[in-house]
């Protein structure tokens, strides 16, 4: 017992102690979600460091819990993070439940123009409300859906000619959603070098944003809308249209032909891992993660082609990417807008780029050579030019939420029909909006 | 051990002689009552009853934790008029209502088959009871998330198991619609069958012998003892033991989130699952403190018609 | 052979066959622990070979990658850095990686340790305090109010956790070590009240009253008499509230973050390169699970009555 107590008692203490030797002003804490790019944002950050002595803290949180824990963070007004690499989503919210600080007088000030990023990018990650000159980020990490595939497998002879025997046309790169299917089916159940390997790794995860990053990758080539009048919450007949209904249908199809065993609750991860180990001929995931593919040891070099998400009815493709905001709860606005400033530099953007982060820069992303610097740059241009963002509405926790729910009840769990998942989405996010009052 | 008392969820002490108290110098015992145990009724009321009291509050209305600018109206019945019309609500207290069911049933068989088997006193029982006592102090997300790599199709041990004693090739429990049920069921009875198993053996430890040998001597073959003598002497500890574990389950949140997250699809979204999406994800304060206030209520009711029915037993 | 043979009357076969069947059901529900400690020791690629390896060779690789951060270089970059200067750094550069530095496991660790133990010493201590009192006094409405005590355990934990989220943002506690001793004090007060009431009830009266002949306070009495005869239910209680604490997790996931989290929410996001970093879970989950496994095995003839409250005694 009285062991105990002195433990507890020593334990007690050093936890005043420990919240004391906190108050170290230097140092800033930068939060993000844990992937490839994030580290490359750590080794970058060093400059930054080693320029103005400011110290950088880092909290990496895996993404399937990101959003949950980060948003949780904002809400309840912590002061964990100084800097907030935020999801594309969040910005109404971060704008409307004043969690970010606004930009625009400091960009004035330091002669920051948002002129010198990609309009798409700025849009996308930086205004709200939609639109308006009204900034509460930089954009830091331009982003969409594509597509990786074993090249080294589409140009084998006897799979080339297995492929042309059964479909009729040449093994390569889909120009359209049928094709991409076809081609999945194809290798789906397989023998390649005496291992069964299986069509696609297709994001089907049900707990933060996954399978809903999956299957608007299907919807908007199909031609799919939020609103038929833009600004209108009027989803009747878009949200449920007959292209979005087939476009669900179809990407049902591919979970139930065309991925491996098990692969009911995958995101980014378990794409990579599904990709890298061989069992799949082609993954879905993020640019951001492809030039660590590229890099790596068994999968990177020639082994890997990239493509952008194909069309279908129009181009299309689902939107990534984040921008940078300084958090309104901090201590440290100071340290942590002299961070941004010395981001949004032409140079240190160019050697983000280099490291393996997708600068949102003109001088970066809008060169000539841009396009040539990397096998997947191109493409990355081509998703960037077609991109398309889930609801970036305050409440679009909420609304993501209900579409994971009812997708994720449909192609995963098999209830119900196409139809029926959306009709029954539309009822939850106009329930949504009303409790928003926008309805 | 033979000699235990179930008590009821109150006490039944006796008090102190008054006369004697009167005599004793220095505090009196009033003063020194409301000391020992106003600390912790304070601390229970700031942490739970205010709390409580606040969640009836917010159910009222249509408050949202993240708005905080925003105007809280009070909306009436409405929250609880919606959760009770959603057919979602409805399938996720199923899942739960099935979870509960069957986790209980396999336990109480488990736990009460293995609490038989080592009253047998067989020589190193102790133990074998003690390795298997251990699941159930382990912290159920950890294990919750060490499941899921266990459970992995392709590299799991128990899918490997399974096939290599029954031949089914790989099985996916965590992401099939039939088995993920089943998966969350077998890890819960892993951890808590042996609880089960514990309060069964209390129970056999407590019918003294003569009963036994009475009954050989009326030649009572081995089901009449059991159903006779065996049974109705351990039921209460059993009943307790349901009771205590049914409303656990019936809260189970933290190793069926990391388990399954609710999936595949709305499978395994147990109820405090989908609170906590309501309340921490959705934001919808308003409308989640209504959903806890039923779930309270349910659990509360449950536990006083159970606690009923267990005295009934008992008397 | 009869199915409810009693103590001492079991014939030799009959033993025999109980103890196999029970040896047996030990051995397979043991097969998951021995997995995640197994697992702790084997190379990323071998966690996750097909089929599951059951011989391998062990590494500490999952340990290094459980206590520090790591970045991957090229074959270049490691090059100029020189010779690795401890085991540890050999394990990482192996697989092309740099230290950068140590993770946060180990303040999540003691962040649960340090929870955990100062609410298990207050709720014990006012645990404590509140039994003898219900025990010994004359505590208007005591049913309704011990009724009361234990009703607090029965809400879900994230019923309790909306307001109580408000609540600590409100007042600043939210992700911090003191808010979360507060709160598993009062969620385990319930249990050290029922608990430690039932010790005291065990502790004869007369003892006491001797001593307040001899001239003791009623204060006196209690500190020099009853606390004394009470240590060892203080000790099991203490254990029950310190294994609840450790192991809590729908609290610590919803009200912490960077500052006071603890290990369980913290464990599950342990990752490496591209995927969970399962050798470095299981190296978590083994030395998080360890003092637990010890405490059940030191406990195991007080389990029966941590686990129902006090409601069955020995």
Same mark, same amino acid.
């Given at each position: ?439 | ?315 | ?160 956790? =909306? &307001? $109580? ?5 409100? #007042? ?5 070590? +003191? !808010?979360?001793? *507060? ?83 913290? =464990? &599950? $996001? ?5 995927? #969970? ?5 299981? +190296? !978590?989950?083994? *030395? ?27």
């Amino acid at each position: 017992m009285r062991i105990l107590v002195t433990t507890a008692l020593a334990a007690a203490v050093s936890a005043v102690s420990f919240s004391g030797a906190n108050a170290q002003d230097k140092e800033i804490t930068l939060c993000w979600a844990a992937w490839d790019p994030a580290n490359a944002l750590v080794e970058l950050s060093k400059d930054f460091t080693a320029k103005t002595g400011i110290g950088m803290n880092f909290e990496f949180v895996p993404w399937t819990s990101f959003a949950d824990r980060m948003l949780n963070e904002l809400n309840s007004g912590g002061k964990l993070c100084d800097l907030m690499i935020g999801d594309s989503q969040w910005i109404g919210g971060g704008a409307t439940y004043g969690h970010y600080v606004k930009l625009n007088d400091f960009f004035e000030k330091e002669g920051i123009s948002m002129d010198d990023f990609l309009p798409a990018t700025v849009n996308a990650y930086s205004t709200w409300p939609k639109g308006t000159p009204n900034y509460y980020a930089l954009p830091a990490m331009g982003d969409a859906l594509g597509w990786v595939y074993r090249k080294d497998w589409f140009e084998r002879p006897e799979i080339q000619e297995a492929f042309k025997a059964e479909y009729g046309r040449d093994l390569a790169v889909p120009k359209n959603w049928t094709e991409l299917r076809e081609i999945a089916q194809f290798f789906q159940g397989r023998e390649i070098d005496g291992k069964k390997v299986y069509g696609a790794a297709i994001y089907t995860e049900r707990g933060s944003e996954g399978i809903t990053m999956g299957v608007t990758a299907a919807l908007y080539p199909w031609g799919f809308k939020y609103e038929n009048t833009p600004g209108k919450y009027d989803m009747e007949g878009a949200v449920n249209s007959a292209e979005a209904v087939e476009a669900l249908e179809f990407y049902k199809s591919m979970y139930e032909t065309a991925t491996p065993p098990g692969h009911s609750d995958a995101y980014m991860v378990a794409n990579l891992d599904a990709y890298k180990s061989g069992q799949v001929a082609m993954q879905m995931n993020w640019f951001a993660f492809f030039p660590g593919i590229a890099k790596d040891e068994t999968v990177g070099g020639d082994v890997s082609g990239f493509f952008a998400n194909p069309p279908q009815n129009v181009e299309g493709s689902t939107l990534g990417g984040q921008g940078i905001s300084v958090v309104s709860y901090s201590d440290k606005q100071e340290e942590a807008l002299e961070y941004i400033k010395w981001f949004a530099q032409p140079d240190v953007q160019a050697k983000w780029w280099a490291l393996g982060g997708y600068s949102c820069h003109v001088a970066v992303a809008g060169a000539d050579d841009f396009a040539e610097s990397t096998p997947f740059a191109g493409e990355f241009l081509k998703a960037m030019g077609s991109v398309k963002d889930f609801w970036q509405e305050p409440i679009y926790a909420e609304l993501l939420q209900a579409m994971q729910k009812r997708v994720h009840d449909y192609v995963v769990a098999d209830q119900g029909t196409a139809q029926e998942a959306l009709d029954k989405l539309i009822e939850d996010w106009t329930i949504s909006f009303e409790d928003d009052g926008k309805l | 051990m033979t000699d235990q008392t179930i008590q009821r969820i109150a006490s039944d002490t006796p008090d102190v002689a008054p006369r004697f108290v009167r005599r004793v110098r220095g505090l009196s015992d009033r003063a020194i009552t409301w000391l020992f145990i106003g600390p912790t009724l304070a601390i229970l009321l700031a942490i739970n009853i205010f709390p409580l009291i606040w969640t009836v509050y917010l159910s009222f209305t249509n408050y949202r934790a993240n708005q905080p600018g925003r105007e809280v109206k009070w909306v009436g019945t409405r929250n609880y008029e919606r959760l009770l019309g959603s057919e979602d609500i409805w399938g996720y207290l199923q899942a739960t209502a099935h979870f509960v069911v069957w986790t209980m049933v396999l336990q109480v068989l488990v736990g009460f088959g293995l609490a038989l088997l080592i009253n047998r006193n067989f020589r190193g029982a102790s133990f074998w009871t003690t390795l298997i006592l251990i699941p159930m102090m382990l912290s159920p997300a950890v294990v919750g998330t060490f499941w899921t790599y266990i459970y992995q199709p392709q590299t799991g041990i128990f899918s490997y198991i399974i096939d290599f004693f029954a031949g089914t090739g790989a099985i996916d429990m965590i992401g099939s619609v039939t088995l993920a049920p089943w998966a969350i069921i077998i890890v819960d009875t892993w951890m808590w069958a042996p609880y089960i198993m514990l309060l069964c053996l209390a129970g056999l430890r407590s019918i003294p012998d003569y009963l036994y040998e009475a009954a050989e001597i009326d030649r009572a073959n081995a089901l009449q003892k059991f159903w006779y003598i065996t049974l109705p002497r351990v039921l209460p500890f059993l009943m307790l033991a349901v009771l205590f574990r049914g409303i656990e389950n019936f809260k189970m949140f933290d190793m069926v989130v990391e388990l399954t997250s609710g999936g595949p699809g709305s499978t395994t979204e147990l109820a405090s699952i989908n609170l906590k999406r309501e309340a921490f994800e959705k934001w919808r304060t308003g409308f989640s403190s209504a959903f806890a206030i039923i779930l309270f209520v349910t659990v509360f009711g449950l536990g006083n018609i159970y606690v009923k029915a267990l005295n009934k037993v008992k008397s | 052979m009869s199915i409810a043979a009693n103590p001492g009357r079991t014939g030799a076969r009959g033993r025999w066959f109980a103890g196999s069947a029970v040896a047996l059901y030990a051995l397979i529900a043991m097969i998951p622990l021995f997995w995640i400690f197994a697992t702790g020791f084997k190379s990323p690629p071998d966690s996750i070979a097909y089929p599951p390896k059951v011989f391998f060779d062990p590494t500490l690789e999952g340990y290094v990658n459980l206590f520090t951060s790591r970045s991957r270089q090229t074959d270049e970059y490691i090059e100029t850095l020189g010779p690795p200067k401890t085991w540890y750094e050999e394990i990482a550069r192996s697989r092309n990686m740099v230290i950068t530095g140590p993770s946060r496991f180990a303040d999540r660790y003691w962040n649960s340790v340090v929870i955990g133990f100062g609410s298990t010493f207050l709720a014990v201590f006012l645990g404590t305090l509140a039994a003898y009192a219900f025990s010994r006094f004359k505590v208007p409405l005591k049913d309704d109010l011990l009724f009361f005590i234990l009703s607090t355990r029965m809400m879900p934990p994230i019923a309790v956790a =909306i &307001p $109580i989220f408000l609540m600590y943002r409100e #007042l600043g506690l939210s992700d911090t070590k +003191a !808010g979360m001793i *507060l709160l598993y004090t009062a969620v385990n007060l319930s249990l050290s009240v029922w608990l430690l009431k039932g010790f005291v009830d065990e502790i004869p009266r007369e003892y006491e009253e001797a001593a307040v002949v001899d001239g003791y306070t009623r204060l006196q009495a209690f500190r020099k008499v009853v606390l004394p005869q009470m240590r060892a239910g203080i000790a099991a209680t203490a254990i029950f509230c310190l294994i609840f604490a450790w192991n809590e997790y729908a609290f610590a996931l919803l009200l912490t973050s960077g500052q006071a989290q603890t290990a369980p929410p913290f =464990i &599950p $996001i342990i990752i490496g390169e591209g995927g #969970l970093d399962w050798p470095a879970v299981a +190296a !978590g989950t083994t *030395l998080f699970l360890l003092p637990v496994v010890v405490f059940t095995v030191l406990l195991r003839n007080q389990l029966l009555r941590g686990i129902t409250f006090g409601a069955v005694r020995k």
